[in-house]
């Protein structure tokens, strides 16, 4: 086998949560175009299944799905419902998330634990029902997305809600890889820093001089582009990183390296 055609995920089926738009979708369009069905789950119906029907363009099997990710009744019929519609799952990408910008001190409880559940509880529902088949197999990968946020504050936002969910990934992240290590299933995660997506865009445009900010503290002087994330996602996917496990690859431009 060539080197590149370990990067080949023809025949595998991935499950990748809020993949309707933004980075989601474009880690979704990297799995699909190295060959692997891909399942686009979202809390927004509609727009999964706009995507979904995008990506059989590149020649794949697709599923659109609804969840809720912070409910696990959901989560299970989802996960069910691909392997019923797609076949066994040998990938989830754990990307459904949400953030707060307010500041600690006005923070209402339930913002703070939706956040929470979301970003956290939701990786974890979803790698412990997509997790089980995969042990159950014997092989799987799961790609968890963290944030440079899990490493350090970044400014001007206040987010502690965010940061913290975030940094918590890490750890499920470290804990279901030692665990699962000797079972067959590689645990590892993506800690993206600033994105230029759709929704931060409309942010950027309120507020300028938090792209100013942001800019200044990054290295390499751009925000991040969504297909910064395509490769790296597809190198953890494959069998391109066979001994790599409980790992978290930053993609930040150098954010956090300063």
């Given at each position: 086998m060539g080197v590149l055609d370990r990067f080949a995920l023809d025949g595998e089926t991935a499950i990748v949560t809020g993949a309707a738009r933004g980075l989601g979708k474009e880690m979704a369009t990297a799995l699909a175009d190295a060959g692997a069905d891909v399942a686009i789950v979202d809390i927004d119906i509609e727009m999964a299944e706009e995507a979904a029907a995008e990506l059989e363009e590149l020649g794949v099997d697709t599923a659109a799905v609804e969840v809720d990710v912070t409910d696990e009744a959901e989560v299970e019929a989802m996960v069910e419902a691909v392997a019923d519609e797609l076949g066994p799952i040998d990938i989830l990408v754990n990307n459904a998330g949400i953030a707060a910008n307010e500041p600690a001190e006005e923070m209402e409880y339930e913002t703070w634990q939706r956040t929470l559940d979301v970003n956290l509880s939701g990786v974890f529902l979803c790698a412990k029902h997509v997790g089980r088949r995969m042990l159950d197999r014997g092989e799987g990968?799961?790609?968890?997305?963290?944030?440079?946020?899990?490493?350090?504050?970044?400014?001007?936002?206040?987010?502690?809600?965010?940061?913290?969910?975030?940094?918590?990934?890490?750890?499920?992240?470290?804990?279901?890889?030692?665990?699962?290590?000797?079972?067959?299933?590689?645990?590892?995660?993506?800690?993206?820093?600033?994105?230029?997506?759709?929704?931060?865009?409309?942010v950027l445009e309120a507020d300028p001089e938090m792209e100013r900010t942001w800019l200044d503290n990054t290295p390499m002087g751009r925000l991040g582009r969504p297909e910064d994330l395509q490769g790296i996602v597809v190198f953890l996917a494959s069998e391109a990183s066979p001994y790599m496990t409980g790992e978290i690859v930053r993609v930040d431009g150098g954010y956090t390296s300063r």
């Open positions: 990968r799961i790609i968890n997305i963290a944030s440079m946020s899990a490493y350090n504050v970044n400014v001007p936002q206040p987010q502690v809600g965010y940061n913290a969910s975030k940094a918590g990934v890490l750890m499920v992240t470290k804990s279901m890889a030692v665990e699962w290590a000797d079972r067959g299933v590689r645990v590892n995660a993506i800690a993206p820093g600033y994105m230029r997506t759709e929704l931060v865009e409309g």
